[in-house]
């Protein structure tokens, strides 16, 4: 499917750094074709990826953020984001229409130095790591694609620990996450660890979808461990 600007729309945004208003290519969902995913959710599209499109960049001031970080910025947070803002503000004027793979990498790595520099909940910081890993995925650099698996994998493991879940779904997808993370950086003891509690959770059987995935992945991770020990 050759990728084009009809794809997109354009949402209004205000910067909740520098407060001016910008606007944000969205990807019209019946353009979005998934054809397949990998375990730990990295989705491939026949056509646009959505993914490349989940990072807001204001054009005015360069300041990236996600839906789930557009919070207003305290004083303080303006001014240690105000110093290193100088020396990319500029590229914010680039990222206003279609977005290629290198340009969504450089995004995100915005976006995390933004949300780093804040500190930002750890659950945006773990899902910007994650989706930056999957980005890397794409591109083949699997020794980039490990650094952001990493990271991931703590702030999650901090999510779990830290933030409360509304629902009882997303409690399951980040114990499983976890577990998938885990595999993944090589930790096949700590794997099946998280697998086991997504299988014993008492409210496992309300959503089947994470236990059937956890018990065939809780089978690869038990033969990885057996064979690496
Ligand atoms: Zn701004």
């Avoid at 399951?172 to 885990?182: A, H, K």
């Avoid at 993944?184 to 003891?189: E, L, N, V």
Wanted: contains cysteine; positive net charge; glycine residues 4%.
């Amino acid at each position: 499917m050759q990728i084009s600007e009809d794809m997109l729309y354009y949402s209004k945004m205000t910067c909740p750094n520098c407060q001016r208003e910008f606007q944000h290519p969205e990807v019209r969902s019946k353009y979005i074709s998934l054809e397949k995913q990998d375990s730990d959710f990295c989705g491939y599209y026949t056509g646009i990826n959505p993914i490349f499109y989940d990072v807001f960049v204001c054009k005015d001031c360069g300041y990236a953020f996600t839906r789930d970080s557009n919070t207003p910025l305290l004083d303080e947070e303006r001014a240690t984001i105000k110093t290193i803002m100088s020396g990319w503000r500029k590229e914010g004027h680039q990222y206003g229409g279609l977005r290629t793979l290198d340009q969504a990498i450089k995004i995100y790595n915005l976006a995390i130095l933004c949300q780093e520099l804040r500190n930002a909940k750890d659950s945006v910081k773990g899902s910007l790591y994650l989706r930056l890993a999957w980005l890397n995925r794409y591109l083949g650099n699997q020794e980039n694609e490990m650094k952001s698996l990493q990271r991931a994998l703590e702030f999650s493991k901090r999510t779990y620990e830290r933030e409360a879940f509304s629902e009882l779904k997303k409690e399951l997808r980040m114990m499983y996450l976890i577990g998938e993370l885990s595999f993944r950086t090589g930790d096949y003891k700590e794997a099946v660890k998280w697998y086991q509690a997504v299988i014993h959770h008492p409210q496992a059987e309300n959503y089947p979808v994470f236990t059937r995935m956890a018990r065939s992945r809780w089978q690869d991770a038990r033969e990885e461990y057996k064979q690496n020990n």
